[in-house]
């Protein structure tokens, strides 16, 4: 990526997590958001999000790749993993070689199941504002040794810019509204799991290639990714806009 490019997006990626105050905000398509910037901007091969609710209990808010998905699950399953450690030591994570005696021993059964899906190294880093925790962003790599540095001071950047803009939104909001507010995230991350195997079945794709075009038709009409998967659900959606004549079928 060219220097002018990618300051360019970095630009766009600090101006959009800050831009909270919006009419409709939807948290999963701000933390959806923001694991985008993530994995255009830096050296990852996919990134997640963990946030803390009203209870103090972690919940499993969003993934760039289904994979990422599945090992935010698996933390909160296995009670144990980075993101874990993230939110209860109020600190960054790694970055930890999966295959090494500090993931094996930590995290035993997380680390095996993130192997298993190809990733080799992993970190975790904070959504925090001074000693507030409200969440762990996880960043994760196929190749050893990755994750380096200056990712992952980028990387904290782009969680603290999405902290404060998630904290000023919350201030907006009345406590009912907060304490609701992950309960409606969770309840969009199952039409936006609906929506992806409906596009999958029409087109003959993988689910990660329809949840790609879903956020890129989204993000190209300035559209909340949680309505147009509604719509793909519902049935009012125009299939035809996400279909590709060169689209890559199933095995």
């Not at 049935?235 to 590709?244: C, H, P, Q, R, V």
Request: charged letters at 20%.
């Amino acid at each position: 990526m060219a220097q002018r490019e990618r300051d360019e997006r970095l630009a766009r990626a600090f101006l959009e997590l800050a831009d909270t105050m919006t009419e409709g905000f939807h948290l999963v398509d701000f933390l959806h958001v923001l694991a985008d910037h993530v994995t255009e901007l830096l050296d990852v091969g996919a990134a997640g999000v963990i946030m803390v609710d009203a209870q103090g209990r972690l919940v499993d808010v969003t993934a760039s790749t289904a994979a990422a998905h599945q090992l935010e699950e698996a933390q909160l399953e296995f009670d144990e993993g980075p993101c874990r450690d993230c939110c209860l030591l109020h600190e960054s994570v790694g970055p930890v070689d999966l295959a090494g005696p500090g993931a094996v021993f930590r995290w035993p059964r997380f680390a095996k199941a993130a192997r298993g899906a190809g990733f080799a190294v992993v970190a975790a880093l904070p959504l925090r504002l001074r000693e507030e925790v409200i969440g762990a962003l996880n960043l994760f790599h196929t190749r050893p040794g990755a994750l380096h540095p200056a990712d992952l001071r980028l990387g904290q950047a782009l969680a603290d810019a999405a902290t404060i803009g998630l904290l000023h939104q919350r201030l907006a909001d009345d406590q009912a509204e907060r304490v609701g507010q992950l309960q409606t995230a969770l309840n969009s991350r199952i039409v936006i799991e609906q929506a992806k195997g409906v596009l999958a079945a029409c087109c003959g794709i993988l689910p990660d290639e329809a949840f790609g075009r879903l956020r890129a038709h989204a993000r190209a009409h300035g559209s909340s990714l949680t309505l147009l998967c509604a719509q793909v659900v519902e049935g009012t959606a125009d299939i035809e806009l996400f279909a590709s004549p060169d689209t890559p079928h199933r095995s």
